[in-house]
């Protein structure tokens, strides 16, 4: 059974930084995508960054330059440090991992991040 467990959220002041951790437990297979999500109250989920298990990095618009996405094939785990933050970056925070072929889709239960001005 495939669990993902996030932790590092939390309240932060604009202009601060948090980082995010999720780790990945059971059989994922191994060439597969892990990416960092977020939903804000009232919106949908929207993709953050995400990172293959090649090492390619992609990031949203609006935090590239100011969150870093990377990952630890051994601890099969992945992480999001995050920079800069604005009022806006606020949002419930979700990990997530697909394998290659789209068979395997996992997602974490999500971490509150709130930055307040």
């Known amino acids: 059974q495939v669990q993902l467990v996030e932790s590092g959220g939390g309240l932060v002041q604009a202009g601060g930084s948090l980082r995010l951790s999720c780790a990945v437990s059971?059989?994922?297979?191994?060439?597969?995508?892990k990416g960092w999500y977020r939903q804000a109250p009232g919106k949908q989920r929207e993709l953050v960054a995400a990172i293959t298990s090649g090492g390619s990095t992609s990031y949203a618009d609006f935090v590239r330059g100011r969150f870093t996405i990377s990952r630890d094939n051994a601890k099969n785990t992945v992480n999001l440090q995050m920079n800069s933050l604005k009022p806006e970056d606020t949002a419930v925070y979700y990990c997530?991992?697909?394998?290659?072929?789209?068979?395997?889709?996992?997602w974490g239960q999500g971490t509150q991040v709130t930055v307040f001005s």
């Open positions: 059971g059989s994922i297979f191994s060439r597969n995508v």
């Open positions: 997530n991992v697909k394998s290659w072929d789209a068979q395997q889709d996992y």
